[in-house]
Nanobody, 121 residues
Framework: EVQLVESGGGLVQPVGSLRLSCEGS????????MAWFRQAPGKEREWIAF???????RYADSVKGRFTISRDNAKNTLYLQMDRLKPEDTAMYYC???????????????WGQGTQVTVSS
């Protein structure tokens, strides 16, 4: 059974940092592209970062230069380092396994349960 479990969310002040983790199990982690998404209250889910099997990365303009996606295949874990956080980054953050072959940056087939990030003073 494929499982993705996020952790690391919480309350942080503006311009602070957080690192999210997503541990995968039930599949060969290194064989899949992975991504992070987020969803703020009342808004649609937003793709924010992609990492390929070769560790190439892509970012949404809203987070480029502030967030860094990475992966540790030995630990079956995906990360999202978030720096210079803004109140508008407040959302539930989800990791996703992308479709086999990585046809799109945002086409996930399995999702975690999410971890809440709140940026507020």
């Amino acid at each position: 059974e494929v499982q993705l479990v996020e952790s690391g969310g919480g309350l942080v002040q503006p311009v602070g940092s957080l690192r999210l983790s997503c541990e995968g199990s039930g599949f060969t982690f290194s064989s899949y592209c992975m991504a992070w998404f987020r969803q703020a209250p009342g808004k649609e889910r937003e793709w924010i970062a992609f990492i390929g099997r070769d560790k190439s990365t892509r970012y949404a303009d809203s987070v480029k230069g502030r967030f860094t996606i990475s992966r540790d295949n030995a630990k079956n874990t995906l990360y999202l380092q978030m720096d210079r956080l803004k109140p508008e980054d407040t959302a539930m953050y989800y990791c996703a396994r992308l479709l086999s072959g990585c046809p799109r940056l945002d086409a996930g087939d399995y999702w975690g349960q999410g971890t809440q990030v709140t940026v507020s003073s």
